[in-house]
C-alpha cells in the first residue's frame, strides 16, 4: 500500500518479496484514494505482480513467505477490504509463528506444528477464532495448491486438524418494533441507509459498494454486488425494489450534499465529505441507545428481513432475498429467530390438518370412550404377593 511521505510532497510506492523491498517509486501527492494514490497502488501490484512470476530463484524460507504475499495480493484484488484485513492478520501472526518455531520452508508444516498455531489462538482469543483461523489458512493452503508452483500437494495438514468445540451463541434479533425505534432516530441519509438494508437484506459491504448504477428507477430494480462466488468471485443480483424505497431513493439522490457516484457517502467534515463509508463502527450501537433498546447490529438487520420474508414466503423466498447459494444457509438466518422453536406449532397444524381432523373422528368412533383398566390389580401389595407366589414355586 502506497505510503505518503512525512512532508506530503507524494506516495511512495514500494514492491516487497518476502519482507525485502525488491524496488520502489515516488508518485505526486494528492488525498487518499485520489488518482495520485491509485497509480502509485496499481504500480506496486503490477511490480509485485511481475516479482512474484520469478519466484523460483528465491530461497525456501523466501519462498514460504512468496505464498503469504501471493495469496494476499489474490485477496485484495477479489475480495472486499474487510475480508482482506482479516486475512493480513492471520498470515501476519503464522509466519510470526512459524519464525519462532524454525519453520522455514513450506515441507517443514505440519500436522503438529498448525495445532499448535491454532491452539495458542485458541487460548489466547477462544476456540472460535481459533476456527476463523484454521478456514482462512486453508483456504490460503488450497490457493496455493491451485496457482504456486511446487507448492505440497496435499492440504491435510491442515485438514487433518479438526475444528475447535465451541458452544454456539444464538445471534440476537431483535422484535420489530424494536427496529421501528431504532428507524425513528436515524435522520436523511442513515434513514434510507437503513430502509434499503431491510428492504433488500443486504450486508452492509454491498451497501458500501452501491452505486447508482446500481439503482434502476424506472424498472424498479436495484443491483447488488458480493464476493460470494468461488475463490471469491464477484456476483452481482438484481432485485425488485419496494416502492417506498425507491421513493427514499429518489429523494436521496435529488438532496445528497456531493454528486458522487457512491450512494451513500461520508458527511461528518469537509476532507471525507463525498467519499464512500469503509466502516460505521458506532453506528447501530448509538441509535439503539438513543431508541432505548437492547443493541443489535446491521447483520441482525438481515437476520430480521429473513425471518419476515420467511413467515410470510417460505424458505425460498428467504434464500433469493439473502442471495444464498445454498437453503441450509438461509435454514441458519431462520433459526436465529426462533422461527423453528415451537413444538407445539408442529402438533398443532398436523392435528389441524384434514388428516388430523379425520384421525380424531375416526378415534372417537372406534375406540370405547370408557375402558377397564387393570389398575386395580397393580397395587403395590397385589405385585408383592405374586413375587411371593413365584418363588414359593420355585423352591
Known sequence: MPTQRRDRMGWWARVVIAGRQVTSRMFPPGRKGGPEWRAAKEWEEAGREKALAEIKILSASERLLAWGEMYLTHVGRSMSKQTLAEKQGVMREFFGFCR??????????????????????????????????????????????????????????????????????????????????????AREQDLVFLLTMYFTGAR???????????????????????????????????????????????????????????????????????????????????????????????????????????????????????????????????????LYTDPGAITDALGSSSIGLAAACLLEKEIPQELDTLEAYCTPDHVHDMIRQQGKRAN
Open 100 to 185: 519462532e518455531n524454525g519453520v522455514q520452508a513450506l515441507e517443514r508444516i505440519d500436522k503438529p506444528k498448525v495445532y499448535a498455531f491454532l491452539s495458542g489462538v485458541a487460548d489466547r482469543r477462544g476456540p472460535n477464532r481459533a476456527n476463523v483461523y484454521r478456514k482462512n489458512l486453508l483456504a490460503a493452503w488450497h490457493w496455493g495448491m491451485d496457482f504456486v508452483d511446487g507448492f505440497p500437494p496435499s492440504a491435510a495438514v491442515i485438514e487433518k486438524v479438526r475444528p475447535f468445540p465451541t458452544r454456539p451463541q444464538p445471534r440476537y434479533v431483535p422484535p420489530e418494533e424494536d427496529v421501528v425505534r431504532v428507524l425513528r432516530q
Open 204 to 338: 452492509r459491504g454491498e451497501l458500501f459498494r452501491l452505486t447508482w448504477e446500481d439503482v434502476d428507477a424506472p424498472g424498479g430494480k436495484i443491483r447488488l454486488t458480493d464476493h460470494k462466488g468461488g475463490l471469491g468471485q464477484q456476483r452481482q443480483r438484481w432485485l425488485a425494489m419496494h416502492p417506498e424505497l425507491a421513493r427514499a431513493l429518489a429523494w436521496w439522490r435529488e438532496v445528497r450534499p456531493c454528486r458522487v457516484e457512491h450512494v451513500f457517502m461520508q458527511t461528518q467534515n469537509d476532507a471525507a465529505m463525498g467519499l464512500p463509508f469503509a466502516k460505521r463502527i458506532r453506528f447501530m450501537r448509538t441509535l439503539c441507545e438513543r431508541a432505548g433498546v437492547k443493541p443489535f447490529g446491521f447483520h441482525a438487520l438481515r437476520h430480521k428481513s429473513a425471518a419476515i420474508v420467511f413467515v410470510g414466503g417460505g424458505l425460498n423466498a428467504a434464500q433469493v432475498l439473502m442471495r444464498h447459494a445454498r437453503a441450509t444457509t438461509t435454514d441458519i438466518y431462520v433459526r436465529s429467530a426462533g
